[in-house]
């Protein structure tokens, strides 16, 4: 290397490091808070590290928030959600990409308008769709309204067009139904889109808290995001429950990113994402 490239290297690594340490300092300081004492979170001066590290602030935030229902609650709507959005969002992508209709392409410029649309515009006429249909404070009143993403058709769109015709007409030749070229051939082929659509939609749904707000009224029924809301109050915030609370709801993310991480694919498919 030369020297101007091995100065330019070394500058670059240095921005890149200084923006991961901002980036991470807030994560760092929910986590390190978690373990304090209630007495060490607004002592003068403030201090990074806990003097006295405890677990008892996990053992009084599962007990107190309930979380077990609360974390049920929300896999129930977060894994319902996920699978019926993938099997929409590539049943979908598959006839826009392999169905030869003039009309398919003007639907599919409609689908891809609607991410312009700010979230905010829809949530009216859908809460009326719901509160109509009787699904006003029922969890399939937040997960009906969540399956259909523009990202995911997409994303699967873009993926089926990449798979040859020649191989629908072999399996066409061989017997095979529409249904069982779908099943059989075009999904287990697509398998990094539903992983990554999987993540994604898994992702939305937990960190979803505005939806969850409006449709849920009844306590017994709240996702933990809403009963994380339900912490604070108007005049005190029990700060030793809501920080260790908080990394409690954000465990099962870290899972499934550590988990899954190698399946998301790195080609700009997460880029521009919009719920």
Same mark, same amino acid.
């Given at each position: 290397?030369?020297?101007?490239?091995?100065? $330019? @290297? #070394?500058?670059?690594?240095?921005?890149?490091?200084? *923006?991961?340490?901002?980036?991470? +300092?807030?994560?760092?300081?929910?986590?390190?808070?978690? +373990?304090?004492?209630? @007495?060490?979170?607004?002592?003068?001066? *403030?201090? %990074? +590290?806990?003097?006295?590290?405890? +677990?008892?602030?996990?053992?009084?935030?599962?007990?107190?928030?309930?979380?077990?229902?609360?974390?049920? =609650? $929300? !896999?129930?709507? $977060?894994?319902?959600?996920?699978?019926?959005?993938?099997?929409?969002?590539? @049943?979908?992508?598959?006839?826009?990409?392999?169905?030869?209709?003039? /009309? !398919?392409?003007?639907? %599919?410029?409609? #689908?891809?308008?609607?991410?312009?649309?700010?979230?905010?515009?829809?949530?009216?006429?859908?809460?009326?769709?719901?509160?109509?249909?009787?699904?006003?404070?029922?969890?399939?009143?937040?997960?009906?309204?969540?399956?259909?993403?523009?990202?995911?058709?997409?994303?699967?769109?873009?993926?089926?067009?990449?798979?040859?015709?020649?191989?629908?007409?072999?399996?066409?030749?061989?017997?095979?139904?529409? &249904?069982? #070229?779908?099943? &059989?051939?075009?999904?287990?082929?697509?398998?990094?889109?539903?992983?990554? *659509?999987?993540?994604?939609?898994?992702? /939305?749904?937990? =960190?979803?808290?505005?939806?969850?707000? *409006?449709?849920?009224?009844?306590?017994?029924?709240? $996702?933990?995001?809403?009963?994380?809301?339900?912490?604070?109050?108007?005049?005190?915030?029990? /700060?030793?429950? !809501? !920080?260790?609370?908080?990394?409690?709801? #954000?465990?099962?993310?870290?899972?499934?990113?550590?988990?899954?991480?190698?399946?998301?694919?790195?080609?700009?498919?997460?880029?521009?994402?919009?719920?």
């Amino acid at each position: 290397m030369t020297a101007k490239s091995r100065t $330019t @290297s #070394i500058l670059l690594t240095t921005i890149v490091a200084i *923006l991961a340490v901002v980036y991470l +300092f807030p994560i760092l300081w929910l986590l390190l808070s978690s +373990f304090k004492p209630g @007495s060490e979170l607004f002592s003068y001066p *403030l201090k %990074f +590290f806990p003097d006295e590290i405890t +677990f008892g602030n996990y053992e009084y935030a599962w007990a107190t928030m309930e979380f077990t229902k609360y974390v049920m =609650n $929300t !896999l129930m709507v $977060t894994v319902a959600t996920t699978v019926l959005t993938v099997l929409a969002s590539a @049943s979908c992508g598959y006839a826009l990409a392999k169905y030869n209709y003039k /009309w !398919l392409s003007v639907f %599919f410029l409609c #689908i891809l308008t609607t991410t312009m649309l700010p979230t905010e515009v829809i949530m009216n006429p859908t809460f009326t769709v719901i509160q109509t249909l009787g699904l006003y404070d029922s969890l399939w009143g937040l997960i009906i309204p969540s399956i259909n993403t523009a990202t995911g058709i997409f994303m699967f769109r873009q993926f089926f067009q990449t798979v040859p015709d020649d191989l629908l007409e072999a399996a066409r030749i061989d017997g095979a139904n529409e &249904g069982r #070229i779908f099943f &059989g051939l075009m999904l287990p082929i697509a398998k990094p889109i539903i992983i990554t *659509l999987s993540i994604f939609s898994f992702q /939305w749904r937990w =960190n979803d808290y505005v939806w969850p707000l *409006l449709v849920i009224s009844d306590p017994n029924k709240y $996702t933990v995001q809403v009963a994380l809301r339900s912490i604070v109050g108007a005049d005190n915030i029990d /700060w030793v429950l !809501l !920080l260790s609370a908080s990394v409690i709801s #954000i465990l099962p993310m870290v899972l499934i990113f550590t988990v899954f991480q190698r399946y998301i694919m790195d080609t700009g498919a997460s880029s521009g994402l919009k719920d």
